[in-house]
């Protein structure tokens, strides 16, 4: 599990400008990316796929892009199984 701090203000876009976050709410489902300024080849990152949180906690759970991957190559593509 990939917890994040979601700050309701003082936030900053890559363009180092006042950002707004949406509200998260019904957003579960939904794939976060990370924005690494120093990273000329690969800016964006896959962190993971919203599980649950609210802009009042100010905290977004997600779970990690491998588990994620790892599930459903196990549960949909594993061929050992079948015959």
Do not use: C
Request: proline share 6%; hydrophobic share 35%; no cysteine.
């Amino acid at each position: 599990m990939i917890t994040l701090h979601y700050y309701k203000e003082g936030n900053i876009n890559e363009y180092f400008s006042p950002a707004e976050l949406p509200e998260v709410y019904g957003m579960s489902g939904s794939l976060v990316f990370s924005y690494r300024p120093r990273d000329v080849l690969f800016p964006y990152g896959l962190l993971g796929v919203v599980n649950r949180g609210t802009q009042n906690s100010e905290t977004l759970w997600l779970t990690p892009v491998d588990d994620v991957i790892n599930f459903i190559e196990t549960a949909y593509f594993n061929t050992e199984d079948r015959d």
